[in-house]
Structures are given as C-alpha cells and as structure tokens.
C-alpha cells in the first residue's frame, strides 16, 4: 500500500463525528501497519445529507470547499461528493470508505442510505468501497473512540481482499492504461462491503465477534392514519374524492423490526459487527 491515497465521505456531514472517527481508525490502522506515507482525503457534503439515497445535483454548480488540507466539503449529495473526488480532486485513490453513520444501515435502509449510496457509486467505478454504520439505541452510550478497535478485523479483511484490487486500479487510472483495462477493472471490482457495528457497551473488553451476513429483505412495517376517512365523498356517496389537506407522520418500530435468521439485522442487533458484500450494479441478471 506504499504511497497509496484513499477517500473518506459520509452523509451526515464534514462535521461529524462518525467521519472524525472514521479519519482517525484508518490513519492509526495505516500508521500502525507501516504505512504511513499512505495519503487520506475527506470529500463530504456541507451539512448531514441523510437518506437521501444515490441521487445527484445536476441542475447547479456546487460549491467546493476546503475547511483544512485534506478536507474539503461540497453543498451536495454523498454520491455528488464521490463523483466530485473522483473526477477533480484525487482521481488516483485506491479505495474508498464511506461512514461512519450514527445509525445502522441494514437490510432495505440501504435503498435509501446516502452512506452505502457513496459507496455504492465508487464501487460502480471500479474502486474498491465500504460503507460503514454504527448502530445506536437509545440505552448505550454514543461514543466513537472505540471505532478503529472494533474495525480493525474487517479493515484486516478488506485490505487482504481487495490489495490486488487496489494496485490494479491504481495501473488502470495511468494516461496508458487502455480503455479495456480500465474496463476490465469496473468489471472486478463492483462489490460493496457494507460494514454494521452492534449497539453494544463501548467498554465491553473485547471487539465484538465478526459475522459475514446476507442483507435482510423484510420491509419494515409501517404506521400512518387512515386517510379513507378524509375523502370528500363522491356523487354516489363512495369516498372517491379528493383529500383534504393533512398532515401525515408514517411511524415504524426501527429496533423491533422484522428480522430473518442469519441476516445483517439479525446478527447487528445481536451485538455483532456484521459485513455484508453487496453487488452494486443494478442492471438485471436472468430471471
């Protein structure tokens, strides 16, 4: 990894503190495994962008900023701030990690997750990618310092996994790299690791267990009032009418969701740091 440069986004903004933490495990895990020439840069929305999912700002210029060297904030989505970084700013980064998030992005949040979107969008360009999340409840206390311990297994994992990867993207991003190289490399590398870390006491003596998990896909169930009884009625007495003006709150129970065995929800809200690898193309495969 000699000399290698790696990019940090999120989507609850340049300020927070899950990037903070997020900055400073990587720089003392790169530190502490002798690479310490390895260059880190921080691209990240303004302000928090949260569940905004992998859309984009094509209708107006963004403003790019930068609030210290190697930080630099953009006024625009998490996938605004990696097609950014990508394109202007450090084009050559060998990886890509997107978090930490203060919440857990499991099963289907992560169609809506601007973290695992950020990802999700570097992996599509072939760049090796993680997003990360930190479940929270409201009972455990929400620290940080103990981020790079809990990582420290899986960023092992990711490293080992995806070294040919990074050097591979690093030949394929040179003026002489061939356009079916560069191709070639988008090909291998389209899986994201989405990474959970559990609810746990932060003081627990040992990191909490690693578990490998497929992405739940139970929909969470949701609550709202019944808007039947504010149609006007209609000619024949039926509410086929228009609506009234109201207002409308859809409730979910987030920690006592539905969960299927063996799955990132399951295992997370369990008390283990789950990983899951996520294919980030969309288009379809033979049904």
């Known amino acids: 990894m000699m000399g290698m440069q790696f990019l940090i986004t999120n989507d609850d903004g340049i300020d927070a503190p899950g990037i903070q933490s997020l900055h400073h495990a990587l720089q003392a895990y790169l530190t502490s495994h002798g690479h310490r020439d390895c260059e880190l840069f921080v691209v990240a929305p303004d302000r928090g962008r949260s569940e905004c999912g992998h859309s984009v700002t094509t ?6 900023r930068q609030s210290r060297p190697g930080w630099i904030s953009v006024d625009g989505t998490p996938v605004d701030c990696v097609r950014v970084a990508l394109t202007c700013i450090c084009p050559s980064v060998s990886a890509v990690f997107s978090g930490v ?39 455990i206390p929400k620290t940080w310092d103990h981020v790079g311990n809990w990582l420290e297994s899986t960023l092992d994992a990711f490293f080992q996994r995806e070294a040919d990867a990074m050097l591979a ?14 191709r070639e490399v988008i090909a291998k590398n389209r899986v994201v690791w989405n990474v959970n870390l559990p609810a746990i006491p932060p003081d627990v003596p040992h990191p909490p267990p690693v578990a490998q998990c497929f992405v739940d896909e139970t929909p969470l169930v949701r609550r709202g009032p019944e ?3 504010l149609l006007h009625p209609g000619q024949d007495g039926d509410s086929i009418g228009l609506p009234v003006d109201a207002t409308v709150k859809l409730v979910s129970e987030f920690h006592d969701r539905p969960r299927t065995r063996g799955s990132d929800v399951q295992q997370c809200f369990a008390g283990k740091v789950t990983v899951s690898y996520v294919d980030a193309h969309v288009a379809s495969q033979d049904l």
Do not use: C, W
């Open 59 to 64: 209708t107006r210029e963004l403003t790019v």
């Open 101 to 139: 998030n203060a919440g857990a992005n499991v099963g289907l949040d992560l169609m809506v997750s601007g973290t695992f979107a950020a990802a999700r969008e570097a992996a599509i360009h072939g760049k090796p990618a993680m997003a990360i999340s930190h479940y929270r409840r409201p009972d």
């Open 169 to 182: 993207h690093g030949r394929s991003t040179t003026t002489s790299a061939s356009t079916a190289e560069r």
């Open 227 to 229: 808007l039947q009884t």
